[in-house]
C-alpha cells in the first residue's frame, strides 16, 4: 500500500464547480426612470449585483439567446405582453430560473395567478426606500437557492457519468452512493454495494492499516491520496488508486480507478 500520488492521481477538488460571485439580474419595467432608481438602490445594497434593464417583456425575451442570467425582476402592468404573459412564456423556456414579480399593481387575484404560473416570489412597489432592502434579500435568496439546487443536479449527472469510481460513505463507513464505474470496479451490482461496509472490498491485511493510518490522516489534512488494494466480486486482488476527502456533514467522497485499467486505458 502507498500514500502517494502520481502525475495523473485522482483529484477531489475537479469534482467542485468554482463558485460565481456576480449575481445577474435582469429588471423588466416600462418605466425607465424607475428602472434605474431601482438599479441604483439595488447597487448600494449589494455590489456583486450586476443589473441590466429592459422597459417591456418582448424585448426582454429576445435578450436570453446573448446571455445568461441568474434572475428577473418584472413589474406585472405593462403595454403589450404584461408580466404574467411574460412568466407564463419563460417558464416554457425556463422552468427553474428565479423570477420575481415586483408590482406597483398588487391583489390577491394577481399573487394567486403569479403563484400558478410559477413565481418565485412576489413583492409590492412602495415609496419607502427599505422596500429595495428587502427586495435585494429576496433576489439574493433566490439566486443561492436556484444555483444550489444546480450545482446539485450537474454534480450528480457529473458523479454518474464520470471514468473514475465515485462512492459516498455515512460516518459508519457503509455505502451511501456509488456510480457504474465504481461498481464495475468491484465487480458487484450497485444494489449489492450500497448499505455494505467498506471493508468486505478490502483484504483482512490491509483494514487494520486503513482503520489506523489512512482514516485518521482524512480529517487532518483534509485529504488522503494513493494505492489500496480491493477484492472484487470474482475474488481478484486489483491494486486501486484512491482519493479520500470528507465532506461537512462527514460524509467520505472515495474516487477510485483500477490501475490495471488505467494503464491499458494509456496504452
Known amino acids: 500500500m502507498s500514500s502517494e500520488q ?29 428602472v434605474k432608481l431601482t ?48 412568466l407564463r412564456e419563460l417558464r416554457t423556456r425556463y422552468p427553474d430560473l428565479p423570477f420575481i414579480l415586483f408590482t406597483g399593481k398588487g391583489s390577491e387575484e ?5 403563484i400558478s404560473a410559477g413565481v418565485t416570489d412576489y413583492l409590492q412597489k412602495g415609496r419607502d426606500t427599505s422596500r429595495y432592502a428587502l427586495l435585494a434579500n429576496r433576489i439574493r435568496n433566490a439566486i443561492d437557492r436556484y444555483r444550489a439546487n444546480e450545482q446539485m443536479v450537474h454534480g450528480f449527472k457529473a458523479l454518474e457519468t464520470a471514468r473514475e469510481g465515485v462512492s459516498l460513505l455515512d460516518e459508519d463507513g457503509h455505502f ?3 456510480n457504474e464505474a465504481f461498481a464495475e470496479t468491484t465487480g458487484y451490482t ?9 471493508e468486505f472490498l478490502c483484504p483482512e491485511d490491509e483494514t487494520d492499516i486503513i482503520h489506523n493510518e489512512i482514516l485518521p490522516i ?39 480507478q483500477d490501475l490495471g485499467k488505467k494503464d491499458s486505458d494509456h496504452d
Do not use: Q
Open 110 to 114: 394577481i399573487a394567486g395567478e403569479a
Open 6 to 34: 502520481g502525475e495523473d492521481g485522482l483529484d477531489i477538488e475537479e469534482v467542485v464547480r468554482p463558485p460565481t460571485d456576480t449575481y445577474r439580474i435582469l429588471h423588466v419595467d416600462d418605466d425607465p426612470e424607475f
Open 39 to 86: 438599479s441604483k438602490f439595488l447597487e448600494r445594497e449589494d455590489d456583486m449585483f450586476d443589473i441590466s434593464t429592459e422597459t417591456s417583456a418582448d424585448d426582454a425575451l429576445d435578450r436570453f439567446s446573448a446571455e445568461d442570467l441568474d434572475c428577473i425582476v418584472s413589474d406585472y402592468d405593462m403595454p403589450g405582453t404584461d408580466g404574467l404573459e411574460f
Open 190 to 198: 450497485r444494489a449489492k454495494l450500497l448499505d455494505n461496509h467498506w
Open 218 to 256: 482524512v480529517p487532518v489534512d483534509g485529504r488522503w491520496s494513493g494505492v489500496t488494494t480491493y477484492v472484487r466480486k470474482d475474488g481478484e486482488r486489483i491494486r486501486v488508486d484512491h482519493a479520500l476527502s470528507y465532506t461537512e456533514d462527514e460524509t467520505l467522497i472515495c474516487l477510485t
Open 176 to 178: 451511501l452512493y456509488v
